[in-house]
């Protein structure tokens, strides 16, 4: 297994397309083009996961200095529960390595319908090098768990990170907050 940088112009995109449309709830995808034209600044990655058999996946990457923000990532659907995920996260640690991966993932709640897909999610993120970093954000009338890879979570880089990505995407504005 791989990870290559996909051009918007590969026609491993369109695959990409398709998984993107079928792994995302419409109220938190964005198109790829869109993704692609908003890291015209050079500061995203689109990164597909690729074994013998071709594309399987991708991530969608986020660099400001040392924060390698996991933005979006999605295996194809007929080829989850295979353990691509697991080795794909791995081989992502090892592309940024010296950099910290900070992913938000969904909150628990029990009072939410699809709490189960969310304590899987964090489960499959904590068993893969990721930890909570006991920060939180909120967006979108949802509310996300911080984690990341390496020992210290880099709080100050990531507000500078967001306040980044607000100018580059408007309407995304975190709140971040403890509990």
């Known amino acids: 297994m791989q990870l290559r940088y996909v051009e918007k112009t590969s026609p491993d995109k369109e695959i990409m397309d398709r998984i993107n449309e079928v792994s995302f709830p419409e109220c938190e995808r964005n198109s790829l083009d869109d993704l692609y034209a908003s890291g015209a600044d050079g500061n995203l ?24 923000y996991l933005a979006y990532f999605a295996i194809a659907p007929d080829e989850r529960s295979r353990g691509i995920g697991s080795r794909a996260l791995k081989l992502l640690r090892e592309y940024y390595r010296g950099c910290q991966i900070v992913v938000e993932y969904e909150a628990p709640d029990d009072s939410c319908e699809n709490n189960d897909i969310r304590l899987r999610r ?15 954000s909120f967006y979108d009338d949802t509310e996300f768990v911080i984690a990341c890879t390496g020992d210290d979570f880099d709080k100050e880089g990531f507000d500078r990170f967001t306040a980044y990505l607000t100018s580059i995407v408007p309407d995304h504005i975190p709140k971040l907050y403890q509990k």
């Open 122 to 136: 964090q489960s499959f993120y904590l068993r893969n090098g990721f930890h909570k970093t006991g920060w939180y």
């Open 45 to 68: 990655d689109m990164l597909g996961i690729y074994d013998d058999d071709g594309i399987k996946g991708f991530f969608t990457v986020r660099k400001y200095r040392n924060i390698r």
